[in-house]
Structure formats: structure tokens, C-alpha cells
């Protein structure tokens, strides 16, 4: 059964909405993009944080392990996401939902 952060995160995907929450110690201020669990069967979602703190510039790819998420909550607000990918995702082995697949390409 998935973690309550799990399933939040999950349904902001579909709705995209906004994610902010505590990571690392860190206020972030996220799209997520891809939710599942890593090679380790950890929880994890591909997320592109637009705002917030970071400990390096933003905006830019992050891959959270959803275990380490606090005082998660969604927003509504302009949908953010990174150009193109120049290399292939290793964050999400076993993927749940991607946004591209899963939720535009069924518009």
C-alpha cells in the first residue's frame, strides 16, 4: 500500500498541481513528474523544483525519495517543467505514472 506522501504526489501528477514541502531540510517548490520506487524499492518521484531553497541553482531536476518528505501539501499554480532531457532518467526503475505517458497523451 502506498505512503499517504506517496499517494499525494501522486495525484498531483494528475491534477498537475504544485508540490511544496520539507526535503532535506529545505523548503522545495515542485513539479513532479514521475512517481514510483527506485532499484531499492524505495518510494521516489523525478521532480522538476522550480522555487524554494536549494543547496545549487535553480531550477533543476531532483529526485526525491518520498520517505524523506514533510509537511508535503499541493497548490494549484502554472505547471513548470525542465527542456528537453539530454540523458535517461535513472531515479524511477519501476514507474507508476509519468505525466507525458500516462496523463497528457490520454487528452
Not at 500500500?1 to 501522486?10: D, E, G, I, K, Q
Not at 498541481?17 to 531499492?40: A, F, M, S
Request: hydrophobic residues 35%; charged residues 25%.
Amino acid at each position: 500500500m502506498p505512503s499517504a506522501t506517496y499517494t499525494l504526489f501522486r495525484n498531483a501528477i494528475l491534477c498537475e498541481q504544485q508540490v511544496v514541502c520539507l526535503y532535506d531540510g529545505r523548503v522545495r517548490e515542485l513539479c513532479p513528474h514521475i512517481i514510483g520506487t527506485n532499484k531499492n524499492g524505495e518510494e521516489v518521484v523525478l521532480a522538476w523544483q522550480f522555487a524554494g531553497e536549494s543547496s545549487g541553482p535553480l531550477p533543476q531536476w531532483r529526485c526525491l525519495k518520498l520517505a524523506n518528505v514533510g509537511n508535503a501539501r499541493t497548490r494549484d499554480g502554472r505547471w513548470h517543467e525542465g527542456r528537453s532531457h539530454r540523458t535517461t532518467q535513472t531515479c524511477v526503475s519501476e514507474i507508476d505514472l509519468d505525466i507525458n505517458v500516462h496523463v497528457r497523451k490520454r487528452r
